[in-house]
């Protein structure tokens, strides 16, 4: 502690030196009047100051040391360190402080050695430095700085550079007139001493940091006026008076000195924060501004900076943002005076809300300064440093840095399309342009696995280019036609996101929708045909590359593995086609608003037409748009397939939709008249578009005259259907539409009326549009003119709507009818009629039970999943509604096992009925007890059959009954336990042990915490049995099975044993 005391007594010295220079004096000590004015008062305190400074350096012996460095530093000066003016001699008298206490840091760091540190105390913060300054001494030496900086550099100014006295501070103010009232004879030369001294100063570490951080622009202003303003020998009127030395200075300083100066103002440019220096540069370039003045508190206007103090600026601002993150500098120097960056807090918020600020930002990065050879090398430059502004990762300044960029960018390419592009947009669209087949091939990417796109680059790309496009808004025509060029990239990425986890999915389609909403119809159709496989005129992804996901959530491009299989390429290449369909209608789907979809849906369907009537007579295959016929014609299908049941009638959002779509149906089935290859489905669909039509005409829409303009182009149509087609009832319907349409609705046929009312179902004509155009897609599987009537009953019924009181029973057997036709979609349109009429206590399908339950255990044996499905909803809630008398049946049906060739189709229907029978337990809820014993047996008895799927499947059911059952359950666990035990131990196909041992899982998991009252008698039984299969059985599912078995048992024992405490509060009231 001696040791560094006695290193330290300098430093102590000279700060206590610079204390006794920048504290006020005592009031006996200076002689004042009543008409001492503020200046004077100032002027005699810094005599008094100065005078007490001097004499203790003289006479005080514990100073000597001061006193010999303070010599040393003098001796090494080239001016006089006495004048008539007191200001300067304690202006002088500080720096030559100041510059002590530099040397003596100097020394005392020299002599330092720093211990070792102490192993057993690693976490111990190292020794501090000698040269440390104390928070006391450093508040000293920032007083003695402020005291040079106010009179040694602000009174020397010229007007209009830095900030006036004014301004800062009542103080500064006074000194402001004190300095008025006096004449110095040589500014300049003060001026360039004081500066050349603070800039010595500043090269010590710890003393930069305090000078630099209050006073750099000052001493910004000082250099520029020194080095570059052009009036330097004239700065002032000089007063004759004055020394020889003196009156040689009012020459001004000379070449030397000038450059000099300024090769100091770069250096200190270049080592200061660069946003800091853009500040200050920006403040000493600002123009006049009105300030509220330090006295009084009154506006006042700044003055004006000189011109070659503004051109001096611009041209270092220039120079700071073309050097390396100069455009970071620029924007954080902006920016951050408003809040974000290094100050953060909550000023960050508001300086988010700040656009303007922003937006002038962008204004200024994007205009080319004056000083700059060349636009395009400015963009050379500027362009990647912009791009870099996207990836800041500070949250503080992310969202103002990010703002800043688009709109730079949204700026260049408006003033620069063509520099913009090279520079900005092809950078910034390189990792997906890299995605794309456009003839090249990257060097050394033949081998498999490589990654030809890293997964921060691409998910960089992907960020950015939302960022600029869609958080941007600006649909330009070079924006737009840039991002063309990579959607086909944007749109496999999706593709590949949608299959699984990845936080880039939203960005790609939101990227994708932006670009089909702002885009012009035409080209949002042809890019919509392009990413759909219709047409191959733009790039597509490589087809050596794939994505892979990435190890953060990414994604990545990578070289995929040959495909040497022919079948496995063809169904990789079908799968790949068919899962980008879906996407695409999933991407569709979030365009509710736009029309974009019906048009893309009219737009197949026209195609397909085209393709019909080309494919008829042609010899051999032939290309259509880049793709062989017949693989564009499979596309058009499975998209219109994809889109019809995606959308269904919704596709249509509007009239002209839905007559676009009919007049594409109408030329659809001419051609096939004409070439005479017109099939059933073909036949239904010209039924249902005559349907439409005829539903439209007949007031199911408000039709207008434009409507009716659009429907001009069906009428050769109808005429051509009316002399071609082969049946009479269409040929004459054709004939009546075509007057109806010519007449504009004012001459319409019964024949017409009655297939408006077919197709409409009898629903009241003023429902929604978007209903009425549901119902012609309701009944596009039956022909509304060569079939009975039903076939409309059943779209009319199957919303919902009940049929009017006059025919319902009638209509009802209609349905019933219907359920037995041949179409698929009729019949299972009939039976979700059918099924609703019983949810609704419809009275006709109250009265016969009987023939609807026939229906749907016919309908149970059908073998598609469309029939049977809507077969076994109907019984579920059949059985739900009358539970007494059905549930009986459908245990018969269950239990039925006839031998013989229909054994295999009887295992089927009885599965079945198995998941009848469930749904029917999950409806009655806790009512299901009732029928505890019957459900049991069966299912129990089922566990005994020949076939081992339908013992798997009744033990499976069994579970679940178990499960729903819980004090239930009674005596009848005995049994089952048994039977699960037998099952176990005896049963040679592992499904059924494994089925077994997942009824006692779902035992477990059912009770829960009744586990032990429910099972308490056979727990140790079924705990044994478990033991039994893990040690005994072979099948490692089974194993896995008892082992989760025995886990789940773990823990109800555990939840009874170490209950959950809970924290209550109980109210008692005494008595």
């Not at 030559?96 to 050695?113: D, N, P, R, S």
């Not at 951050?336 to 656009?355: M, S, V």
């Not at 007494?884 to 599965?911: F, N, W």
Request: glycine share 6%; aromatic share 6%; proline share 5%.
């Amino acid at each position: 502690m001696r040791i560094a005391t006695g290193m330290a007594a300098p430093l102590r010295m000279v700060t206590d030196a610079l204390r006794e220079l920048t504290e006020p004096g005592s009031r006996e000590a200076c002689v004042l009047t009543a008409q001492s004015s503020q200046e004077d008062v100032l002027l005699q305190t810094l005599s008094h100051n100065l005078s007490v400074l001097e004499q203790k350096l003289q006479q005080d012996p514990d100073w000597t040391t001061l006193q010999q460095l303070r010599e040393q530093v003098i001796s090494q000066f080239t001016w006089p360190m006495r004048s008539d003016d007191a200001v300067w001699n304690f202006v002088t008298e500080i720096l030559v402080l100041l510059l002590c206490l530099k040397q003596a840091m100097i020394e005392l760091l020299a002599q330092f050695t720093p211990p070792k540190p102490n192993p057993k105390t690693p976490e111990c913060a190292p020794a501090l430095p000698p040269d440390a300054l104390s928070i006391s001494q450093q508040k000293t030496v920032q007083s003695a700085l402020q005291f040079v900086i106010t009179l040694g550099i602000c009174p020397y100014l010229l007007p209009g550079v830095g900030t006036p006295l004014g301004c800062r501070s009542d103080f500064a103010a006074t000194v402001e007139k004190m300095v008025c009232r006096l004449a110095f004879p040589s500014r300049t030369w003060r001026l360039h001493t004081v500066t050349l001294a603070l800039l010595e100063i500043t090269r010590h570490p710890s003393l930069e940091s305090l000078v630099l951080t209050r006073h750099l622009g000052d001493l910004l202003a000082s250099l520029c006026q020194l080095g570059y303003s052009p009036n330097k020998c004239q700065l002032s009127s000089v007063s004759l008076e004055g020394s020889q030395q003196d009156r040689e200075r009012q020459k001004g300083l000379t070449v030397a000195e000038q450059q000099g100066c300024q090769q100091a103002l770069q250096n200190l440019l270049d080592r200061v924060y660069q946003p800091l220096v853009i500040k200050e540069l920006l403040i000493l370039q600002g123009g006049a501004k009105p300030v509220a003045s330090a006295m009084g508190g009154k506006a006042r206007t700044l003055s004006q900076a000189p011109a070659w103090l503004r051109r001096q600026c611009g041209q270092l601002l220039s120079e700071r943002l073309m050097k390396p993150s100069g455009v970071q500098a620029v924007v954080r120097g902006i920016v951050e005076g408003a809040g974000a960056g290094i100050a953060g807090g909550q000023g960050a918020e508001a300086a988010a809300a700040d656009w303007r600020k922003c937006d002038t930002v962008a204004r200024i990065l994007a205009s080319c300064p004056q000083q700059c050879l060349s636009v395009g090398d400015y963009y050379r430059q500027v362009c990647p440093q912009v791009l870099e502004l996207f990836h800041i990762k500070d949250k503080l300044t992310a969202r103002q840095f990010q703002r800043v960029a688009t709109t730079t960018v949204l700026s260049m390419v408006k003033e620069q399309p063509e520099l913009a592009d090279k520079y900005l947009l092809r950078p910034l669209l390189a990792p997906l342009i890299c995605c794309l087949d456009t003839g090249e091939t990257q060097e050394g990417s033949e081998q498999v696995g490589t990654v030809i796109v890293g997964e921060l680059e691409l998910t960089r790309c992907v960020e950015d280019v939302y960022k600029v496009y869609v958080v941007g808004n600006d649909p330009s025509s070079r924006l737009l036609e840039s991002l063309k060029t990579v959607i086909p990239a944007i749109f496999s990425l999706y593709c590949f996101t949608k299959r699984g986890v990845s936080h880039l999915r939203s960005g790609c389609q939101e990227i994708l929708l932006w670009f089909l909403q702002k885009s012009e119809p035409p080209v949002a159709m042809l890019v919509l045909k392009q990413l759909a496989g219709l047409t191959q005129s733009i790039p597509v992804l490589h087809p050596l590359y794939h994505f892979t996901a990435g190890n953060e959530g990414g994604v990545k491009l990578s070289v995929k593995e040959a495909v040497s299989d022919e079948d496995e390429a063809l169904y990789e290449k079908v799968s790949l086609e068919q899962w980008r369909t879906e996407c695409l209608a999933q991407l569709l789907s979030n365009l509710q608003e736009s029309s974009l979809a019906g048009d893309f849906f009219i737009e197949c369907l026209k195609g397909l037409t085209c393709l019909a009537g080309e494919a008829v007579g042609r010899p051999a295959p032939s290309l259509v748009d880049g793709l062989p016929e017949q693989e564009q014609q499979m596309v058009t299908l499975q998209l219109i397939a994809i889109f019809c049941e995606k959308f269904g009638h919704f596709v249509l959002s509007n009239t002209v939709h839905v007559i676009e779509f009919v007049i594409a149906t109408l030329e659809r089935s001419c051609v096939n008249l004409m070439h005479r290859t017109e099939e059933t489905v073909q036949a239904q669909t010209l039924s249902m578009a005559m349907g439409l039509i005829a539903a439209m005409l007949g007031g199911a829409v408000q039709l207008t005259s434009a409507d009716f303009h659009a429907m001009r182009p069906m009428l050769p149509k109808l005429e051509q259907i009316r002399a071609l087609h082969p049946d009479p009832v269409i040929q004459e319907l054709a004939s009546d539409l075509r007057i109806t349409v010519a007449t504009h609705g004012a001459f319409s046929t019964e024949m017409v009326a009655m297939a408006a009312h077919s197709t409409m179902g009898n629903q009241n004509k003023n429902d929604d549009k978007s209903t009425e155009s549901s119902q012609p897609k309701e009944t596009g599987a039956t022909d509304s003119h060569r079939q009975s009537p039903s076939s409309f009953r059943v779209s009319g019924t199957e919303h919902g709507n009940k049929p009017s009181s006059g025919n319902s029973p009638r209509n009802f057997h209609q349905i019933l009818q219907a359920a037995f036709d041949p179409e698929v979609p009729t019949r299972a349109a009939a039976l979700r009629t059918v099924t609703q009429m019983v949810q609704q206590r419809n009275p006709d399908a109250l009265n016969n039970q009987e023939k609807v339950l026939s229906v749907f255990l016919e309908n149970l044996k059908h073998e598609d999943s469309f029939v049977y499905l809507s077969s076994i909803q109907g019984l579920s809630v059949l059985s739900d509604v009358y539970p007494a008398q059905i549930l009986p049946r459908l245990l018969d049906e269950y239990h039925t096992s006839p031998q013989g060739a229909e054994k295999t189709r009887c295992v089927e229907t009885r599965m079945k009925m198995g998941e009848v029978l469930m749904r029917s337990t999950r409806a009655l809820g806790e009512t299901a007890s009732h029928y505890r014993d019957p459900l049991i047996r069966v299912f129990l008895m089922g566990t005994r059959d020949s076939d081992s799927t339908m013992r798997a499947s009744s033990l499976s059911n069994l579970g679940e009954l178990c499960q729903r059952l819980d004090f239930a359950l009674g005596s009848v666990v005995h049994e089952v336990t048994a039977c699960l035990a037998a099952i176990v131990k005896t049963e040679r196909e592992p499904e059924v042990r494994r089925a077994a041992v997942h009824v006692i899982t779902l035992l477990l998991r059912g009770l829960g915490e009744k586990t032990l009252q429910v099972l308490g008698d056979v727990l140790r039984d079924l705990y044994r049995l478990l033991k039994y299969v893990i040690q005994t059985d072979d099948d490692e599912v089974v194993v896995l099975h008892a082992q989760l078995t025995l886990e789940e048992l773990d823990h109800v024992v555990r939840r009874f044993l170490f209950p959950e405490e809970k924290l209550q509060k109980k109210i008692v009231i005494l008595p």
